[in-house]
């Protein structure tokens, strides 16, 4: 998600690729809306990784 966040994806595309790869949400449901993402992506790891450069894949 992160990663996906860093290649310039909207909440809204992220939710739809996950949705598409079926990845189940963290409360193990199956349909991810932009409102999950948004709120995952500004949880501390996200924002540790995102302040990291997600592994190299983001601009510091």
């Known amino acids: 998600m992160v990663v996906l966040h860093c290649a310039g994806l909207s ?3 992220i939710a739809d690729v996950l949705n598409g790869e079926g990845v189940a949400t963290p409360a193990g449901g199956g349909f991810w809306r932009r409102c999950h993402v948004w709120r995952l992506l500004r949880t501390a790891a996200a924002v540790r990784m995102l302040a990291e450069g997600a592994g190299g ?4």
């Open 11 to 13: 909440d809204s595309r």
């Open 57 to 60: 894949v983001c601009a510091a």
